[in-house]
Structures are given as C-alpha cells and as structure tokens.
C-alpha cells in the first residue's frame, strides 16, 4: 500500500478469552493484538481464531482505509483501537 501508515515491524500477539456471556450467542474469543511502536497504538483485533501476520495487517489496512480514517493521515498517537471480525467462524453457528 503506497503511503501506508503501517510500519514495518508490528508486534502481533494472540490471546485465548473466555466466552462467558452467553454461551448460545457466538463471540470472537481471540484477541489478536497488533502493537505500533512507531505510532504508539495497540490495534486489538478479535476473531474466532489466531490470525496470520497478512491477515492482521489486512484488517488494519481495511479498517485505516474506511472513509472517517482517511481524513487523518495517522490513526491518534497512545491509543488503542479494538477491530472484530468473522475470521475462524465455522459457518453453522
């Protein structure tokens, strides 16, 4: 992506969450969390599943190219933006 805000090197960690809610109405369970050390924001993207580093990096590009995100040219410094999304979810529930 040309002029992206992306750095380079993002830190990607997966994290495993309980679904305690409601156990008949199915959540994202997986924090996937993106860390821009650059730009000082922490992106948390839940899925159903870990996801791959082109996949995190894919959702954070679709979620900085909306229409709102294309008015700044960085997403704000020291913070940290929560992203879901339907990865890992068998079709079915």
Do not use: C
């Not at 992306?6 to 409601?22: H, S, T, V, Y």
């Not at 199915?26 to 969390?33: C, D, F, L, Y």
């Not at 679709?62 to 890992?88: A, C």
């Amino acid at each position: 992506m040309k002029g992206s805000v992306l750095p380079q090197a993002l830190i990607l960690r997966a994290q495993q969450l309980q679904n305690m809610d409601n156990p008949h109405i199915s959540q994202p369970n997986v924090r996937n969390t993106a860390v821009d050390e650059e730009n000082n924001v922490t992106y948390q993207i839940m899925a159903f599943r870990q996801m791959n580093r082109e996949e995190v990096v894919g959702t954070i590009r679709q979620y900085l190219s909306q229409p709102s995100m294309r008015k700044r040219k960085k997403p704000e410094r020291n913070k940290v933006i929560t992203i879901t999304t339907s990865y890992g979810l068998r079709p079915g529930l």
